[in-house]
Every structure is written in structure tokens, then in C-alpha cells.
């Protein structure tokens, strides 16, 4: 298990570029499988999500070559059934997995699937995927190590209505219904910007996708796909989470490739709670610019409201704000789990069942510690953690980094599934740790 000795107390300043979003990259691999000729993405990160999914496509008969400039090239021409064992290898080790469904499906009238993984963030069920699937003609069976489907009488179009924006469900509908017979309308959709680029990816492949804007998208099918040419949207995640560590450290931190039309939300609230930003042409520059940062009510959401991914490392700096703060998460029912080593470290956030600060939410009335109350500002000092997830994990490092004294934290290559050359960034940013596997 990897592990970090992180001296705090110093700023993090200089500049860290960004690459294409975890979040979209992933599944503009998986549509490549769609396709009857090779697709070039562009910005690929080297994250262990990436891997993941690369040697599930491989396994079935996708050609990969990833270039170290981000360049990867994906050839569908060969696509072939995998055997259950190989892909059994990889259960418990990524979500996108699940994304497999529809191009599998077209491609080969059968799909096996593992038991996925992800960050232990809530239940995180897959009950959407599979209503979207049946809805479109699969047959469903859960085996005990996977799920298998097929589609005796191939894929058809059909009317679909979420009953919550799920960005993952929205993408299995999207990914299934370009190739069905006929047209899809889907309401109740999320469009969070990765889904605008994962569009934007399928209509090159010569999908006919549009999106009103009352979450309705409407899909007609067509028979068959090209490859597609596509520089991946960059990552918001990342983006945000080197803003909230410039602020924590008093840093000064420039995000080479952040832009602000989809940042606009974080932005605001970034400067609400006392952040300073100038954008330019090739990224955006935070910092802090000394005094005093406030405290804020936020309520995580779907696009456009304010990130699930990115409350975790702001929460690090709220510590430091002078009052109380209040993060309602209404997107999982358990993203509170980091803050128990954050209150180890000093802080002072307690977390409670009840909807704090914003709407009731449907986590309200059940037994889901989903609103958080942090009061500050509370100095912090070193201690012994483990990351326990990806965001939460990032935020944890931010707070090693912010604290005063030593902390030595465990389980870190979890980071890298989501954080490309994340050791090297801190590093080039002036950190002061020392890193053994
Ligand atoms: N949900 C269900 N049933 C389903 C699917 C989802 O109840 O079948 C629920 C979830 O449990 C959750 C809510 O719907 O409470 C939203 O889940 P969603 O499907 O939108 O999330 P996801 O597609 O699994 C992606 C990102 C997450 C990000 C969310 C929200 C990927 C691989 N993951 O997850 O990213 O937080 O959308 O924007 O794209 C991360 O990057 O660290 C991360 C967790």
C-alpha cells in the first residue's frame, strides 16, 4: 500500500495543467466500441480508470495505442466476445463497466458485465441502467459473479423518463439508443457538460442526438457508426480541486486548461467564500488573496447546480473560513465519510440526517448523515490517515498540506485513478513530502 509523509503548512503555488475528464473520457472509450473504424481521442490522462477500461476493451478485441502526449487510438474491427473469466478480473474495479451494455449488445447481441466498483460513496445501485435496458428489448440475468444480457430481437427504441438525472444512466441511454431501430426520447436526462462532449463525440460518429432544454434528448437511430476524431473536455473535477488547495494553503495555483463556461458555478461560490480567480485564455489562475475567507450554504446538485465532486476538498478549506458553513449533499446519501479524518485533524464539521441550509432533498427523513455543519476557523495539525475514496482522499492531502506538523497518509495510489501525475503536480506546486510504495 502507497504511502505519503506530508510536512504542511506550505503554499502550494506555481501552475499544474489539466487533461481530458475522467468522467467523459471513459465513456468516449466505451463508444468507440459502437463504431465499425478506429477513433483518435485526444488528452487522455494516464489514470487507473483509463487502464481499467483499456484492458476491458482489449478483451474484446478493441486495438489500443496510447501515446504518452495523450493521443490514443481505438480500433473496434476486430470486436469479439470476451471470456466471463478474464472479465471477471476486473469486478469491484470501476463503474464504467456498466457502460459496456449497449455497445455490446449491438455489436455482438450479448454482453457480460462485472460486479462493479467505484468509490464506496453510497449504495450506488444500478437499477436505472438495467430499467433502461430492458426498456430498449435486453434480457437480464444476474449470475453470481456478473450480469449477462442479450437481445434475441435486437435493440429497439423507446420512450424513457428518469426519475432521477442520473449522469450514468443518461450516457447508457445514449450509448444503446444511437444504434437502436428507431427514436429514443429520454426526459428527466442530466446534462452535465461531460454529456454535452459525449454527445458531441456520438454526432461525429454520425448519431442524430438533440437535446432541448427541459432535460428532454431525443435520439433517432441509425444503422451503423464511424470512428470519431475528438480532443476530450477537460477535467472540472481536477480544476476544483486545485482551486479549493490553493485556498487551503494560502497558495496560488494556476489550472493550465480549466475554462470558466463550465466552471461558472464553482466560480461563484469559490469567490462567495472570499477566493480570488483571473481567467485567461489557457486556463484560470486561483488564490488566495489573503484575509479572511466566509463561510457559505451550499447544496450539491446535477449540472448546473453545484458539484457532488467538488464539496470534498472545498470542505478543507471551509475550515479555515470564519463562521459557519453548511453543505447539504443531495446527490449520494453517505459523501461524508472523509470528514471524520478532517475533525482527526482538527476541524471541527459535524454531520447530521437532517436537509441543513437548502431543499429537502430525498435523503430527508432517513437514516443518511448527508448535511454537513463546519465551523471555523480551526487550525489544523498533522495526523495518520487512509484515503478512503477518490475526492475524499484528494481532500485529505489538502489537509496534510494545509496542517501544521506530519501526517502520514496511506492507501494514496487510490488518488490515481482520478488524478493524472497527481505526485509530480504537488511536487512542481512546492510540497514537501516524501512518497513510498
Ligand atoms: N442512482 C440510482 N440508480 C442507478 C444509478 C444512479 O439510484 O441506477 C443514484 C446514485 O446512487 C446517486 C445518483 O443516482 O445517488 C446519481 O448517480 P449518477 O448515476 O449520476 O452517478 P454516476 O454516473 O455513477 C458519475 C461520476 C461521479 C459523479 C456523478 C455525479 C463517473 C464514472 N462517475 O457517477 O464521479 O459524482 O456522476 O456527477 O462518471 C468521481 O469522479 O469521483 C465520481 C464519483
Redesign the pocket.
Known amino acids: 500500500m502507497s504511502q505519503m509523509t506530508i510536512q504542511g503548512g506550505k503554499a502550494l503555488t506555481g501552475r499544474v495543467d489539466l487533461r481530458g475528464a475522467?468522467?467523459l473520457v471513459?465513456k468516449a472509450m466505451v463508444a468507440a466500441l459502437l463504431a465499425d473504424s478506429p477513433s483518435l481521442l485526444r488528452d487522455v490522462p494516464h489514470i487507473s480508470d483509463v487502464e481499467v477500461v483499456s484492458r476491458l476493451l482489449q478483451l474484446h478485441g478493441v486495438t489500443i495505442d496510447f501515446q504518452d502526449n495523450g493521443e490514443m487510438r481505438l480500433d473496434p474491427t476486430n470486436v469479439k466476445s470476451a471470456r466471463m473469466v478474464d472479465i471477471d478480473a476486473h469486478a469491484g474495479s470501476s463503474?464504467?463497466p456498466i457502460l459496456f451494455c449497449g455497445p455490446l449488445l449491438h455489436q455482438l447481441g450479448e454482453a457480460f458485465i462485472p460486479d462493479l466498483g467505484?468509490?464506496h460513496?453510497?449504495?450506488?445501485?444500478?437499477?436505472?441502467?438495467l430499467d433502461v435496458l430492458r426498456n430498449f428489448g435486453a434480457v437480464i440475468e444476474k449470475l453470481p459473479n456478473g450480469t449477462r444480457m442479450s437481445a434475441p430481437d435486437g435493440l429497439h427504441g423507446a420512450k424513457i423518463s428518469l426519475p432521477?438525472p442520473?449522469?450514468?444512466?443518461t450516457e447508457q441511454v445514449l450509448l444503446t439508443a444511437v444504434r437502436s431501430e428507431g427514436i429514443t426520447e429520454l426526459s428527466g436526462a442530466?446534462i452535465?457538460p461531460?454529456i454535452v462532449d459525449l454527445i458531441a463525440i456520438l454526432q461525429k460518429m454520425g448519431a442524430i442526438i438533440s437535446v432541448d432544454t427541459d432535460r428532454v434528448i431525443r435520439i433517432e437511430g441509425v444503422k451503423r457508426l464511424d470512428g470519431y476524431t475528438h480532443r476530450a473536455l477537460f477535467d472540472r473535477?481536477e480544476a476544483a480541486s486545485w482551486a479549493a488547495a490553493a485556498l487551503a494553503t494560502k497558495g496560488d495555483i494556476f489550472v493550465g486548461g480549466a475554462r470558466q463556461p463550465e466552471m461558472m458555478t464553482f466560480l461563484n461560490v469559490f469567490r462567495k467564500v472570499g477566493g480570488a480567480f483571473e481567467i485567461e485564455d489557457d486556463g484560470i489562475r486561483f488564490f488566495h488573496p489573503g484575509g479572511e475567507l466566509q463561510p457559505v450554504v451550499i447544496e450539491t446538485d446535477?449540472h448546473p447546480g453545484f458539484?457532488?465532486?467538488w464539496q470534498q476538498p472545498l470542505v478543507v478549506a471551509l475550515t479555515q473560513a470564519k463562521g459557519l458553513s453548511i453543505v447539504h449533499e443531495t446527490?449520494?446519501?453517505n459523501r461524508f465519510g472523509f470528514t471524520e479524518a478532517l475533525n482527526q485533524m482538527g476541524a471541527q464539521i459535524q454531520i447530521y440526517r437532517e436537509c441543513l441550509g437548502g431543499n429537502p432533498c430525498r435523503f430527508g427523513q432517513r437514516n443518511f448523515y448527508h448535511s454537513a455543519v463546519i465551523s471555523g476557523p480551526t487550525e489544523l495539525h498533522g495526523a495518520d490517515i487512509r484515503v478512503p475514496d477518490?475526492?475524499g482522499g484528494f481532500s485529505h492531502i489538502v489537509a496534510a498540506l494545509a496542517a501544521r506538523g506530519t501526517s502520514n497518509v496511506t492507501n494514496v495510489q487510490l488518488i490515481s485513478r482520478?488524478y493524472e501525475h497527481f505526485l509530480s503536480k504537488l511536487e512542481s506546486l512546492g510540497a514537501d513530502f516524501t512518497y513510498s510504495e
Open positions: 475522467k468522467n471513459t463503474r464504467i467505484g468509490c460513496i453510497g449504495d450506488r445501485p444500478i437499477d436505472f441502467h432521477y442520473s449522469v450514468g444512466a442530466a452535465e461531460e473535477n446535477v458539484m457532488t465532486d446527490v449520494y446519501e477518490l475526492r482520478g
